[in-house]
C-alpha cells in the first residue's frame, strides 16, 4: 500500500495545548497501520515535548475516529489477515501509552467517535464532545470485538450495567447524552467546541508538571488494589510529591503572594 501524506499532524499552541490531529478525512479519520504508528509516534513525542504540558486529540474535518479502515484488513476476507489482530495489539499499546503519559490528555470528538475511535477517547484522561456527535463502541454490529480498552476501561467509567448496554447493542450516544452518563466531561454546540477545549484545558495547563505526573500516577492505580495498599502508594506519593521543587514553590508562592514558577521537578 502507498503511504499517505501527513495522516498525523502535531501542533503546540504558545499557551502549552499541544493538538495531535488525525488526518484520513476521506476516510473519517480511520485508522490504518500507517496512522497508528505515526500516531504512536505523535504520542511519544508529546510525552518528552517540555512545550507541551496537555496533549488534546481532534480528528480533522469535523469528525474524531471513525475505527479501523476496513477496507485494509479484509483481504478478501478478514480471517485471512492477521492485520487486524496486529491492529489491536497496537492499538492497545500506544492508547495505553496515552492513559499512563505523565501529562493530561483530552479526547475532543466532533463527529463519529466509534471502535478505535471510541477506545482512544475512553484512554484519555479527559472527553469533551459536540452536542451532535456520534459515540459507541459499535464492534458488534459489524459481528467484531474491540481489542484497545473497552472491558477494562469503560466499566470504570460507567459501571458495568451501561457498559454492557453499550457494546451488546452497538448504539451510538450523541455528546449530549454521553455528557448525562458521565462518558464525557462535557458538551457543547459545535460553534463553541473550540472555547469548550480552550476553557477546560486552562485549569490542566497552569499546574505543577510533576504534581499533575503523580496525581495521575497515583489515581490511575485507584481502582486497581486492596484499600490497604493503596494507602501505602498514597503516602509513598504523598512523602515524593512534598519533597519536590515545586512543592516547595507553591508554598513559597502563596505565603509571598505571588504566581508560581514551576521547573516540573
Avoid at 501524506?5 to 499541544?18: L, M, P, S
Avoid at 484499600?227 to 515545586?246: F, K, Y
Amino acid at each position: 500500500m502507498e503511504l499517505e501524506k501527513d495522516v498525523i499532524q502535531y501542533e503546540v499552541a504558545g499557551n502549552g495545548i499541544a493538538t495531535i490531529w488525525l488526518n484520513r478525512p476521506h476516510k473519517r479519520n480511520c485508522v490504518s497501520p500507517q496512522l497508528l504508528k505515526e500516531l504512536e509516534k505523535a504520542v511519544d513525542r508529546a510525552a518528552e515535548d517540555k512545550e507541551a504540558l496537555a496533549v488534546v486529540f481532534r480528528g480533522r474535518a469535523n469528525t474524531f475516529c471513525s475505527g479501523a479502515d476496513l477496507d485494509l484488513l479484509v483481504s478478501p476476507v478478514l480471517h485471512e489477515s492477521s492485520t487486524s489482530l496486529q491492529l489491536a495489539i497496537d492499538s492497545a499499546r500506544t492508547f495505553d501509552k496515552i492513559f499512563n503519559m505523565k501529562k493530561p490528555t483530552i479526547a475532543a470528538v466532533e463527529g463519529f467517535a466509534v471502535a478505535g475511535g471510541f477506545e482512544l477517547m475512553i484512554s484519555c484522561d479527559f472527553a469533551l464532545a459536540a452536542n451532535e456527535a456520534k459515540i459507541g463502541d459499535f464492534h458488534i454490529r459489524r459481528a467484531l470485538f474491540g481489542g484497545a480498552g473497552p472491558i477494562y476501561r469503560l466499566p470504570r467509567m460507567i459501571g458495568m450495567r451501561r457498559s454492557k448496554e453499550l457494546m451488546l447493542t452497538g448504539k451510538l450516544l450523541t455528546g449530549v447524552q454521553c455528557a448525562d452518563w458521565g462518558l464525557i466531561n462535557a458538551a457543547a454546540p459545535q460553534a463553541e467546541f473550540d472555547k469548550l477545549i480552550e476553557d477546560f484545558c486552562a485549569p490542566l495547563i497552569d499546574k505543577s508538571p510533576f504534581c499533575m505526573w503523580m496525581t495521575k500516577m497515583a489515581l490511575n492505580r485507584g481502582l486497581d488494589a486492596d484499600t490497604d495498599s493503596l494507602i501505602t502508594l498514597e503516602t509513598m506519593t504523598c512523602n515524593v510529591v512534598h519533597h519536590s521543587a515545586d512543592a516547595k514553590e507553591g508554598v513559597r508562592a502563596f505565603l509571598e503572594k505571588r504566581t508560581p514558577k514551576w521547573t516540573g521537578r
